[in-house]
């Protein structure tokens, strides 16, 4: 799911609101990670998604990082024509499928295997076979049921959504319960997340950083009006006017404010009343709360080690030796206390990199004056101004 066109929107029109950034700077941070996007990603060729969470948490550890993971609840009414398209697609995929390994099944019923022609007809069914199965991805309740024990044993904190987890994650940003989102889907930032990780890899240490005050400022809009502008870009839930283009979308926003206003200087099918004020409440996340005795439940868990070894070696592919390496690696660092540079490097990438921490979670303002006690810092950085949707 995403906003269409909005990241390359944003790359054009706020220089700053997007920055490349070690994950050093996240430091001690809690994220709302978006477990089943990165589920897709891992599952993507057919392979287990078990090695990619846990190389996915082995990164967390290793900047002592506190992931937690939001799994998707039921999507709204709205997204329904969406579904119905998605599975028109997958269904196509499968009878595309059947359509080559019956082909296959008939060139060798015929027994010209080694004529040179049939083996380039072979050699190109077998492709196109490849790359249509790794296409076609469902996440079943068993593989949600296998992730989730991987995190218990791992003592990882999830929590299932009521709705769309990148709605959730957002939320919990706002409300102060986590620093950042981790999501590749552009409704994170869409839903009004203060900060937004994208292009997490196991394989790198830098990360896409999305910052909304500053995006807001750059584009010298509200969040409001950023809304409208996400709505009338087109969405999962409501498709783009024909022949609206992302920039006259954003030159409307920027000149007449709201979709109400536009539709009186434009032609385009838009939105009506009700389905404005429906949209607007799903990206404003008004219908979401949070449960603060499951939050606290979550961030109370603890790991086995053994049931964990012991999991890997049945599910994973990854061999014992790395997974002990690995476990060694994640778990023997809890118990490692933080020196006075770890904290004082701590302070200062977070003052280098920039990034309006100090106006996200007020809890870490408390924490600011306590470090720097300790470190003997004297001047903190200017906050950056908290806009009126963080709650």
Same mark, same amino acid.
């Given at each position: 799911?995403g906003?269409?066109?909005?990241?390359?929107l944003?790359?054009?029109?706020?220089?700053?609101?997007i920055?490349?950034?070690?994950?050093?700077?996240?430091?001690?941070?809690?994220?709302?990670?978006?477990?089943?996007?990165?589920?897709?990603?891992?599952?993507?060729?057919?392979a287990?998604?078990?090695?990619?969470?846990?190389?996915?948490?082995?990164?967390?550890? !290793?900047?002592?990082?506190?992931?937690?993971? +939001?799994?998707?609840?039921?999507? @709204?009414c =709205?997204? *329904?024509?969406?579904?119905?398209?998605?599975?028109?697609?997958?269904?196509?995929?499968?009878?595309?499928?059947?359509?080559?390994?019956?082909?296959?099944?008939?060139?060798?019923?015929?027994g010209?295997?080694?004529?040179?022609?049939?083996?380039?007809?072979?050699?190109?069914?077998r492709q196109?076979l490849?790359?249509?199965?790794?296409?076609?991805?469902?996440?079943?309740?068993?593989i949600?049921?296998?992730v !989730?024990r991987?995190?218990d044993?791992?003592? +990882?904190?999830?929590?299932?959504? @009521?709705? =769309?987890? *990148?709605?959730?994650c957002?939320k919990l940003c706002r409300?102060?319960?986590?620093d950042?989102?981790?999501?590749?889907?552009?409704?994170?930032?869409?839903?009004?997340?203060?900060?937004?990780?994208?292009?997490?890899s196991?394989?790198?240490d830098?990360?896409?950083?999305?910052?909304?005050?500053?995006i807001?400022?750059d584009m010298?809009?509200?969040?409001?009006?950023?809304?409208?502008?996400?709505?009338?870009?087109g969405?999962?839930?409501?498709p783009?006017?024909?022949?609206?283009?992302?920039?006259?979308?954003?030159?409307?926003?920027?000149?007449?404010?709201?979709i109400?206003?536009?539709?009186?200087?434009?032609?385009f099918?838009?939105?009506?009343?009700y389905?404005c004020?429906?949209?607007?409440?799903?990206?404003?996340?008004?219908?979401?709360?949070?449960?603060?005795?499951?939050?606290t439940?979550q961030?109370?868990?603890?790991?086995?080690?053994n049931?964990?070894?012991?999991?890997?070696?049945?599910?994973?592919?990854?061999?014992?030796?790395?997974?002990?390496?690995?476990?060694?690696?994640?778990?023997?660092?809890?118990?490692?206390?933080?020196?006075?540079?770890?904290?004082?490097?701590?302070?200062?990438?977070?003052?280098?990199?920039?990034?309006?921490?100090?106006?996200?979670?007020?809890?870490i303002h408390?924490?600011?004056?306590?470090?720097?006690?300790?470190?003997?810092?004297t001047?903190?950085?200017?906050?950056v101004?908290?806009?009126?949707?963080?709650?």
């Amino acid at each position: 799911m995403g906003i269409k066109n909005l990241n390359s929107l944003i790359e054009t029109c706020s220089p700053s609101g997007i920055q490349l950034c070690s994950l050093t700077a996240f430091r001690g941070k809690k994220v709302a990670v978006d477990a089943n996007v990165y589920l897709y990603k891992y599952m993507y060729g057919k392979a287990t998604p078990i090695d990619g969470i846990f190389f996915m948490v082995n990164k967390f550890k !290793k900047f002592h990082m506190t992931p937690i993971f +939001v799994f998707d609840g039921k999507p @709204p009414c =709205e997204k *329904e024509m969406t579904l119905q398209y998605r599975k028109q697609m997958k269904n196509r995929l499968e009878t595309r499928i059947q359509e080559i390994n019956h082909s296959m099944e008939q060139l060798a019923i015929s027994g010209t295997g080694n004529d040179p022609d049939t083996t380039m007809i072979e050699d190109d069914l077998r492709q196109q076979l490849q790359q249509n199965e790794r296409r076609l991805i469902y996440i079943s309740d068993e593989i949600i049921h296998l992730v !989730k024990r991987l995190f218990d044993m791992m003592g +990882v904190s999830y929590i299932d959504s @009521p709705m =769309e987890a *990148e709605h959730l994650c957002a939320k919990l940003c706002r409300a102060g319960y986590v620093d950042a989102v981790v999501s590749e889907d552009m409704d994170a930032i869409a839903c009004g997340s203060p900060v937004v990780l994208r292009d997490f890899s196991n394989r790198r240490d830098d990360i896409r950083v999305y910052t909304m005050q500053r995006i807001l400022d750059d584009m010298g809009i509200t969040y409001s009006m950023f809304v409208d502008m996400c709505i009338l870009l087109g969405n999962d839930y409501m498709p783009r006017a024909r022949g609206y283009t992302p920039d006259m979308i954003y030159s409307d926003i920027c000149q007449h404010e709201t979709i109400e206003q536009i539709k009186q200087t434009r032609s385009f099918r838009l939105p009506d009343e009700y389905q404005c004020r429906r949209l607007r409440t799903l990206l404003n996340l008004d219908e979401i709360s949070i449960s603060d005795e499951e939050w606290t439940r979550q961030l109370r868990k603890h790991q086995d080690l053994n049931k964990l070894k012991e999991f890997m070696c049945c599910h994973s592919t990854i061999d014992m030796d790395t997974i002990s390496n690995r476990v060694e690696k994640m778990f023997s660092s809890d118990a490692r206390r933080p020196s006075a540079m770890d904290i004082r490097q701590k302070v200062e990438s977070q003052v280098e990199s920039r990034l309006p921490w100090f106006s996200i979670t007020p809890r870490i303002h408390n924490e600011y004056r306590t470090i720097r006690g300790m470190t003997g810092l004297t001047t903190a950085p200017s906050p950056v101004a908290t806009s009126s949707f963080v709650h």
